[in-house]
């Protein structure tokens, strides 16, 4: 008996464990330390949890700050790589402050000069934790998504893509007042190319109707754009945008990442695939991080629709504004660093009152930094727009 016992959780093993095994056209290399900090946003850092970053190189982090303290922190920041920069030559001749940022930086093995100190500078960042949020998609999750991995193996789609409403909607078949709907968080104008949305029936409502469509939708990605991670990342930028970054920079997304510089290739479209695999990584494990979860059930009875603000949805954005300086360098122009900032050039030089666009490298500039949230992000580098 002990046997047959034991060869038939074996036989379950064998039989279940393929499901979520490692899929070789997801690729994660040259994307380690991305997936990496999108593992801690979803599993160490909480609802208030400011995490201090770099908006490119994400997993340089500097501090963790709370809502409240999270500006006196950012100025501390500021103030030590500006006396990183100025002590580039004499390291032990930084302030106590600055020591643990320029040990940070030296950690993730960057070349100092005074160019990445200024790159840096510009790209503070800050990512609010969702360890909650993400522990309740989970257990909603098992309403969803074995019907979802039976829908993509259908249509031939990565069965991994099942999950990729824990980054869309954590799995609430939720209204947003940015325009997205259902679990799958369709807009309107690419709903109405793959399902029935009117002003008496809305698909996007119907969690498999709508998986249906999604599994469309990111299969006519992968035929145009020739990758899943291209397709994966089309889901949040729009095919259009993929096209135009492939014919740039190639079929390589870390490549695409490290290179293109699109106008709206910002923030949320460079770490979308890797938020997806992260995301991933963590539902294959989940009881080492939340423990043992009770599911919901596929027969659960139904969520009652929210209808939530974007800044409660990973797929869109909201803003506040800080201001915060920018210092001049060689080569910027005005309409350059206004571009960068997300605000107009006269407006730009209305707040620092500058008669003629006339500016010099070692100026300090008042710039306008849009604090957006996705994936309870707030931004402090250029503003971006999610879905475009």
Do not use: C
């Amino acid at each position: 008996m002990r046997f047959r016992l034991t060869s038939i959780l074996l036989l379950l093993l064998v039989v279940a464990s393929p499901a979520w095994a490692s899929n070789p056209v997801l690729i994660t290399q040259g994307l380690e330390q991305r997936v990496d900090f999108w593992k801690k946003v979803y599993v160490k850092y909480g609802a208030d949890d400011v995490i201090i970053h770099d908006r490119i190189h994400v997993n340089l982090i500097y501090a963790v700050a709370t809502k409240a303290t999270q500006n006196v922190k950012i100025t501390e920041i500021q103030n030590a790589l500006t006396e990183i920069r100025s002590n580039l030559e004499t390291p032990n001749n930084l302030s106590p402050t600055a020591v643990p940022i320029f040990t940070t930086i030296v950690a993730q093995g960057f070349p100092l000069s005074s160019s990445l100190i200024d790159h840096l500078f510009a790209n503070i960042h800050i990512q609010i934790g969702i360890k909650e949020r993400f522990r309740d998609g989970v257990i909603r999750s098992g309403r969803y998504v074995e019907k979802f991995r039976e829908i993509m193996t259908k249509h031939d789609v990565p069965a991994e893509l099942a999950l990729l409403p824990l980054v869309e909607s954590s799995f609430q078949n939720a209204k947003s007042k940015a325009g997205a709907v259902g679990v799958w968080q369709f807009t309107s104008g690419t709903g109405k190319s793959y399902m029935k949305i009117t002003s008496k029936a809305d698909e996007r409502l119907n969690p498999v109707r709508s998986s249906e469509a999604a599994a469309h939708f990111l299969l006519d990605n992968y035929r145009v754009l020739g990758t899943w991670p291209l397709a994966i990342t089309a889901y949040n930028h729009g095919r259009a945008g993929m096209l135009q970054a492939q014919k740039h920079s190639g079929s390589d997304l870390p490549t695409i990442i490290g290179v293109y510089r699109g106008p709206v290739f910002g923030y949320a479209s460079m770490n979308y695939y890797s938020e997806f695999i992260a995301a991933v990584e963590v539902y294959k494990n989940y009881p080492q991080y939340f423990g043992d979860l009770s599911l919901d059930r596929p027969d659960s009875p139904p969520y009652k629709s929210p209808t939530m603000k974007a800044s409660n949805l990973p797929a869109k954005s909201t803003a506040a504004v800080v201001t915060t300086k920018y210092k001049i360098k060689n080569g910027d122009t005005l309409s350059d660093i206004a571009q960068r900032f997300g605000m107009p050039t006269r407006k730009l030089m209305d707040k620092n009152k500058l008669k003629k666009p006339v500016i010099y490298a070692g100026q300090i500039l008042l710039v306008k930094q849009s604090v957006h949230r996705r994936s309870g992000d707030n931004t402090i580098s250029t503003s971006r727009l999610n879905r475009l």
